[in-house]
């Protein structure tokens, strides 16, 4: 199973803990029409795009309603603390929560327990939780944008608002500067995906690619294009990619669907997010060897 | 036979520190913060910032915003809201823009705000991670930046404040023609 969890943000939404499925530009969840936007919805609807055009099992998703006061991000963590042992999740991603580090460290010590112990993805303010509780490198990947590998980088930072402005100032070009910083100090995970003009794959403090092309600068400016990274990579992993080959995949596909959707500064991420299966189907099978889909959901992906 | 084992008290990591002048009026912020249901711990300040026998609050540093706002509202007066760690770097106060062509970006820490140079009407919000961005996104998304609401009054975190930062220069370069 594929566990997303994260925050909407519709006010008084519930914990619901299920399935999804997308249907006329929403995500439905237990009855609720749930907005494709920015933040979890984005990712979760990336994930979903995957695992529809791969015919696995879709995602299983935990979210609650928050704007901001944190009772939904709570009850995200606490569901998940007491469920994670019986939930055997392969992979588990950790999306727009209100950081809470003590409730992120019972969480990691809860997993820890598990039979299997999943694939553990954290970006936004879970990623924040992470680092600011010293539990990077429990994490297997994080999807950093260019001022979050500074906040990674900044030893002392507990929130990105907080980054030395030395750090701020740095130009993505000296990613690997701050990438070497932040596995030094051990606040990064095993594999960074670090998204930006230029997109950075790392495994063990180790760049692994460099992804530039398609070149689409609007992407930048786009609410929910690192959103969609994190919710590919996710599915890609659940798809049995290596780490690293799942990252690579997520930003090209990413990168090649702002191409297709002619990305402006002022298109919405459901427009970027329509043009996944076209992407996958015209290069998943040469960029990946993916390229058999099994009819049995759950079943064999690749040949 | 009854169970005998106390219920673990649930621990608390803020990483922010909320200092004051007054011992009372660190009381009252915390009887406040708490009706409000914010997670909040009385602490003794660090001893560089000790006047005496003084109490601090420790909050949730990302909550920041939020608690500023309600300190406001409840008359309490505070000296400063800063990073549990004293090393940690103030708040960024710098943004960077990026010209588009037809759109303007600006950037301030993590969160950008994205506008058309013609009409001043904001198209985008994008980065951050708190759960108040999604919300703010959606709010000022199709707005002029002038008319569209504040961050500093509807959100409650450092995104949010991160954010209120990115429209206020973004708001000064609409009126300002600072953009060349």
Redesign the interface.
């Known amino acids: 199973m594929m566990l997303l969890a994260g925050?909407?943000?519709l006010k008084d939404l519930p914990l619901i803990a299920g399935e999804v499925r997308a249907e006329q530009g929403f995500l439905v969840a237990d009855g609720h029409r749930i907005?494709c936007?920015?933040?979890?919805?984005a990712m979760i609807s990336a994930a979903l795009a995957v695992t529809d055009y791969l015919k696995l099992d879709r995602p299983r998703i935990v979210i609650a309603g928050?704007?901001?006061?944190?009772?939904?991000?709570r009850s995200i963590y606490e569901y998940l603390i007491q469920r994670m042992p019986e939930l055997s999740a392969k992979v588990l991603t950790l999306?727009?929560?209100?950081?809470?580090?003590?409730l992120t460290?019972r969480l990691c010590e809860v997993v820890v327990s598990c039979e299997e112990k999943p694939v553990m993805i954290a970006?936004?303010?879970?990623?924040?939780a992470a680092k600011?509780?010293g539990l990077a490198s429990r994490f297997d990947i994080f999807t950093p944008?260019a001022?979050?590998l500074a906040?990674l980088a900044?030893p002392?930072?507990?929130?990105?608002?907080?980054?030395?402005?030395h750090l701020?100032?740095t130009d993505i070009t000296q990613g690997p500067r701050l990438i070497d910083s932040a596995y030094e100090q051990n606040d990064a995970a095993r594999l960074l995906l670090v998204k930006g003009a230029v997109d950075y794959v790392v495994r063990a403090g180790n760049i692994v690619d460099i992804i530039n092309e398609p070149d689409v600068?609007?992407l930048?400016?786009?609410?929910?294009?690192?959103d969609t990274i994190t919710g590919l990579v996710s599915a890609f992993v659940y798809a049995d990619l290596e780490l690293h080959e799942a990252a690579i995949i997520a930003a090209r596909v990413n990168r090649m669907a702002g191409k297709l959707a002619q990305a402006?500064?002022?298109?919405?991420i459901r427009h970027i997010i329509e043009e996944f299966p076209a992407v996958m189907s015209e290069y998943l099978c040469v960029w990946s060897g993916v390229c058999y889909m099994s009819d049995a959901k759950g079943g064999g992906t690749s040949d | 036979m009854k169970d005998l084992k106390r219920k673990k008290k649930a621990s608390f990591e803020g990483g922010g520190l909320v200092i004051f002048r007054e011992v009372q009026e660190a009381m009252k912020a915390e009887k406040v913060l708490k009706g409000a249901d914010y997670k909040v711990k009385l602490v003794a300040p660090p001893p560089q910032l000790r006047k005496g026998c003084d109490l601090a609050l420790e909050v949730n540093l990302v909550e920041q915003l939020g608690l500023e706002r309600l300190f406001k509202e409840k008359d309490i007066e505070y000296v400063d809201i800063t990073p549990l760690k004293l090393e940690t770097s103030e708040l960024l106060n710098i943004v960077k823009v990026t010209d588009f062509g037809d759109w303007v970006m600006v950037k301030a820490g993590n969160m950008k705000i994205t506008f058309d140079k013609n009409d001043g009407m904001i198209v985008n919000t994008s980065g951050g991670g708190c759960p108040d961005i999604p919300h703010l996104h959606a709010e000022m998304i199709g707005k002029k930046l002038t008319e569209a609401p504040r961050p500093r009054d509807i959100g409650f975190t450092l995104c949010a404040l991160m954010l209120d930062r990115a429209l206020e220069e973004g708001i000064d370069i609409w009126q300002g023609g600072r953009q060349s």
């Open positions: 925050t909407v943000p907005p936007t920015q933040g979890t919805g928050d704007v901001g006061q944190g009772e939904g991000s999306h727009y929560c209100l950081p809470d580090m003590a460290k970006d936004a303010a879970s990623m924040y600011a509780a944008d001022t979050e906040f900044d002392e930072a507990t929130h990105p608002a907080y980054i030395a402005r701020f100032d600068p609007a930048e400016a786009i609410g929910g294009t690192g402006t500064p002022a298109t919405r």
